[in-house]
Each structure stands twice: as C-alpha cells, then as structure tokens.
C-alpha cells in the first residue's frame, strides 16, 4: 500500500490549453473524491466516485471539467479550455467504505498554474 | 448548507508549550463527524483526529485532544507538548453521518498556519 499517489505533481499550461490529471487511489478503497484548493482556501468538494460511478459533482465543476474512474481504480480529472481561474491545488483522496469513519487518505496533488 | 470556520489564520507555539486552535461549525444536522487535518508544507494532508458528534467524549491522540462543545458547535484542537514538526497548516472539516446528497462531503475551514518557535 503506497497510498494515494496523483500525477503530475506540477503542471504549468497556457491559458485555453487542456490538461489531465491521475490519481491512483489505494488499491482497496472504492471511493474517490476530487478536491480543489486555492492559495489561502480550504480544500472545496468537486466530485465522488463509488467503484467507476460518479455520484456527486458539485456546481464548482463547470463544463469544462470531467472527471471518470474507469472500472473503478484510477481516476483523471480533465480541464478543458483552461481559465486562469483554474490555477489551484488539485487533491484526490480516497476511502473504503468503512473506512469512512477514519476521514479520507488524501494524495500529494496537483498543482496547476494557468499562464 | 454546513460552514466550517476557523478564525485563527495563523498562529505561533514555542516548542515544548501548548497551543489550541479554534474551529467553530454551523449544521442542523445531529449527528455528523468533525475532523482536524494537519498539511505541512508541499506534503499531503494527513488526519490527525476525529470526532463523533454523538460520542461525549473528546477524542485524544497522543499529544493531540479536542474540546467537542456540540452545543456551542465549537471543535478546538490542543497540541501538547509542541515540537518542530508539528508546523504545518491545520484545517477542521465537517461531514455528515447521514446518508444521501452530500454526505460524503468534507467542508473545511480556511486552516490555520501553526508555526513552532524553536
């Protein structure tokens, strides 16, 4: 178990550019959850996986943004047409399903600059 | 909808003292899970403690405790005995123990910037 591992680590794209990150969970933990954070912000809810189906998204995930768990291990999370407004840390955590109680095991994230 | 908020953005501890840090909620729900987070810088954000909002009793880790009001919807975090690596961020967050839309969820406060004085 290496924990919940996200890639890249950094990326730095221009403005209208698309980008795509992965997060790979741990491998037992069904659920996924994308989290955004900004400089001096706490981490906002984006989306939520069980196993490959997406349950939640939340309104931050404008158009632009799609996210898929294909058979429900790894996850990308896409931006298409990249705002400045993107730039932020991008985490993936995961859980079990009783593991719940425990909180989330979050990864390293993403963190993306828009020039 | 659930806030968290902490009021402190920043704080400093001399090493070997004590700190506690405030995180106040606001819900009507009952029951619901309170969590204090720790993210040192550039490095992935790490559970330090939890709570259940219908135990009574404040949850201890080792040098970590919590002061659970739940009337006061209040969830402040101690840090004993404080030591150099214990600088970090430090974000409470919310969750709701009820199933269905949005319950899977962590509201998070803006955090609190701990710094420990050597």
Redesign the interface.
Known sequence: DT??SQDPRHKITKRGQNVTFRCDPISEHN?L?W?RQTL??????LT?FQNEAQ??K?RLLSDRFSAERPKGSFSTLEIQRTEQGDSAMY?CASSSLTG??????????TRLTVV | AQT?TQSQPEMSVQEAETVTLSCTYDTSESDY?L?W?KQPP??????VI?Q?AYKQQNATENRFSVNFQKAAKSFSLKISDSQLGDAAMY?C?Y?SRNSG??S????????TKLSVIP
């Open positions: 924990g919940v659920r959850y989290y001096g912000q706490g981490p906002e809810f939520y349950l939640e939340s985490l719940i109680l425990y909180g989330y095991t979050f990864g390293s994230g | 968290v899970y969590f987070y550039s490095r992935q954000m790490i559970l939890r259940e974000f967050a969750r839309a949005g899977y969820q962590l509201t998070f406060g803006k955090g």
